[in-house]
């Protein structure tokens, strides 16, 4: 079972861009790709979700290529308050189970300083 | 409109009992996913159900089972509890497949087990 892996840990400055890359080489032909935001002693919270080539919302934008086997979270301008642990959500190729499951990425924490 | 709710928030077993979990989506969402958050693995899928039938279903063994009710409210269940079951389990809520629609995250119930 491929793993969806990220970069464990990434640091930047206030006001920087940040641009956060899953590896998901296993990813289901049909499922989205969707990044979360985790703080700690809370559960993950949404950020933005897409399928291919680009998508943007108020925070963030997501970059994904043609062959959707990676994605790239883009993070504007960030501030102290977008320290956190990134985690990217895709589905994963059914197994001859009937089922398929859903796959969290490695998680990326950042850090925003001053 | 209430988040998603997860009793109990914490709870100590000893190895070899039960436990159920339980989670309250937000209303008028039909799917409950449940996950396991360890530090060493991360975010895993355990299971999502839809309209009281699994949909998906992750790589766990069969001690870890689960039920949704008809007004959606889900419920997780470990038998025969062991150290390695000591995690954070947390509850997600989306209005259709949670491969396609965002999905709402509980605080979580923090297992511990002695």
């Known amino acids: 079972l491929a793993k969806t892996t990220q970069p464990i840990s990434m640091d930047s400055y206030e006001g920087q861009e940040v641009n956060i890359t899953c590896s998901h080489n296993?990813?289901?032909?049909?499922?989205?790709i969707t990044w979360y935001q985790q703080f700690p002693s809370q559960g993950p919270r949404f950020i933005i979700q897409g399928y291919k080539t680009k998508v943007t919302n108020e925070v963030a934008s997501l970059f994904i290529p043609a062959d959707r086997k990676s994605s790239t979270l883009s993070l504007p301008r960030v501030s102290l308050s977008d320290t956190a642990v990134y985690y990217c959500l895709v589905g994963d190729l059914a197994m001859n189970t009937g089922f398929q499951k859903l796959v969290f990425g490695t998680g990326t924490r950042l850090l925003v300083s001053p | 409109k209430a988040g998603v709710t997860q009793t109990p928030r914490y709870l100590i077993k000893t190895r070899g009992q039960q436990v159920t979990l339980s989670c309250s989506p937000i209303s008028g969402h039909r799917s409950v996913s449940w996950y396991q958050q360890t530090p060493g693995q991360g975010l895993q899928f355990l299971f999502e159900y839809f309209s009281e039938t699994q949909r998906n279903k992750g790589n766990f063994p069969g001690r870890f089972s689960g039920r949704q009710f008809s007004n959606s409210r889900s419920e997780m269940n470990v038998s025969t509890l062991e150290l390695g079951d000591s995690a954070l389990y947390l509850c997600a809520s989306s209005l259709a497949s949670s491969r396609e629609y965002e999905q709402y995250f509980g605080p979580g119930t923090r297992l511990t087990v002695t």
């Open positions: 296993n990813i289901a032909t049909n499922d989205y």
